[in-house]
C-alpha cells in the first residue's frame, strides 16, 4: 500500500526553539496533506489542511503563527511549531490524500515532540 | 461532518470474528462511512469505506444499514494484533476526518 513517512519520529527539543517535522508521500503524489495532534489517551485532533502552492487552512483555535505548514511540493508538507513549549508537547501526525486511484487517506507513523 | 457513535471498548476472542458498530443518524447522502484503527503510538491505518453497499476487502468487512444510519466493521478471524483503537468516521469529499473517541478492541488468547 502507500506510503507516508513522517520525520523525525520523536524529537525533544528546549523550551523556546523550533521544531520542524516533515511528511512524505512516498510513493504517490498528494496535493492535499493533513496535520493532527493527539494528547496522552485522547483522539486524534485535527490542526491544519495543507494544500501544494497554497496557504494552509487552520482549524479554528489552532494558532497559524505558531504551527507552520508548507507544502512545497506533491510530495512534502512540513509543520514547523515555533518557540515550542511545554504544553506543545504531544504526538503530531499527518497524512496525505491520494488523488489518484481511490483517494484514500494515509497515515504516516507520527512524530513524537517533548519539550523540556 | 457527521457524528458517529461507538462503544468505548469491545472484547473479543483470538480467532472469533470481532463485530464492531457505528451509529451516524445524521449522516448526509454524499458521506462515506470511514473506518481506521490505531495500534498504541503509531499513525492510524485505514481499514475500509463505503457509501451505500457492502464492502469487503482483505482486512474486513463493512455492512452499512439500508438507512445508512448506522454500520458494522467485521474483522473475520481476530488475531491479537488487531488489538487496536477503531475509529468510525464520516466524511466528505473533502477528506476532512473528525476523529471520535473510537474503540479499544481487545483481543484476547
Known amino acids: 500500500g502507500a506510503v507516508v513517512s513522517q520525520h523525525p519520529s520523536w524529537v525533544i527539543c528546549k523550551s523556546g526553539t523550533s521544531v520542524k517535522i516533515e511528511c512524505r508521500s512516498l510513493d504517490f503524489q498528494a496535493t492535499t496533506m493533513f496535520w493532527y495532534r493527539q494528547f496522552p489517551k485522547q483522539s486524534l485532533m485535527l490542526m491544519a489542511t495543507?494544500?501544494?502552492?497554497?496557504?494552509?487552512?487552520?482549524e479554528q483555535g489552532v494558532e497559524k503563527d505558531k504551527f507552520l505548514i508548507n507544502h512545497a511540493s506533491l510530495t512534502l508538507s512540513t509543520l514547523t511549531v515555533t518557540s515550542a513549549h511545554p504544553e506543545d508537547s504531544s504526538f503530531y501526525i499527518c497524512?496525505?490524500?491520494?488523488?489518484?486511484?481511490?483517494?484514500?487517506?494515509?497515515f504516516g507513523e507520527g512524530s513524537r515532540l517533548t519539550v523540556l | 461532518d457527521a457524528k458517529t457513535t461507538q462503544p468505548p471498548s469491545m472484547d473479543c476472542a483470538e480467532g472469533r470474528a470481532a463485530n464492531l458498530p457505528c451509529n451516524h443518524s445524521t449522516i448526509s447522502g454524499n458521506e462515506y462511512v470511514y473506518w481506521y484503527r490505531q495500534i498504541h503510538s503509531q499513525g492510524p491505518q485505514y481499514i475500509i469505506h463505503g457509501l451505500k453497499n457492502n464492502e469487503t476487502n482483505e482486512m474486513a468487512s463493512l455492512i452499512i444499514t439500508e438507512d445508512r444510519k448506522s454500520s458494522t466493521l467485521i474483522l473475520p478471524h481476530a488475531t491479537l494484533r488487531d488489538t487496536a483503537v477503531y475509529y468510525c468516521i464520516v466524511g466528505g469529499s473533502n477528506y476532512k476526518l473528525t476523529f471520535g473517541k473510537g474503540t479499544l478492541l481487545t483481543v484476547n488468547p
Open positions: 495543507s494544500n501544494e502552492g497554497s496557504k494552509a487552512t487552520y
Open positions: 497524512s496525505a490524500l491520494r488523488t489518484s486511484g481511490t483517494g484514500e487517506l494515509f
